[in-house]
């Protein structure tokens, strides 16, 4: 059964970086899209990146855009994303998600905190 575990989330001030790293197992990396979602306090979760199966076309929500980079390292099974010039309102609590076909996985997800 497929597994997907975040990490790399924290506590960060206004305007720092952090990068998560999402590991996949069990199942087969190479062939899934790659999705990047959050959920912040009282609110729904959103997609914010996705990256083809290849790494080669990346997308990003508008909150995201110029400030975060997702990309995936087929052969460590690992996606990133890397986020810059982090805001308050990134306060959230961020999800891997692996879609190929039918399947789907979700990670357990990894709180980001944004605060002075």
């Known amino acids: 059964q497929g597994q997907l575990v975040e990490s790399g989330g924290g506590l960060v001030q206004p305007g720092g970086s952090l990068r998560l790293s999402c590991a996949a197992s069990?199942?087969?990396?190479?062939?899934?899209?790659m999705n990047w979602y959050r959920q912040p306090p009282g609110k729904e979760r959103e997609l914010v990146a996705s990256?083809?199966?290849?790494?080669?076309?990346?997308k990003y929500a508008d909150s995201g855009k110029g400030r975060f980079t997702i990309s995936r390292d087929n052969a460590k099974n690992t996606v990133y994303l890397l986020m810059n010039s982090l805001k308050p309102e990134d306060t959230a609590v961020y999800y891997c998600?692996?879609?190929?076909?039918?399947?789907?996985?979700w990670g357990k997800g990894t709180l980001v905190t944004v605060s002075s």
């Open positions: 069990g199942l087969a990396f190479s062939m899934y899209v």
């Open positions: 998600n692996a879609k190929w076909e039918q399947r789907i996985h």
């Open positions: 990256i083809a199966s290849s790494g080669g076309s990346t």
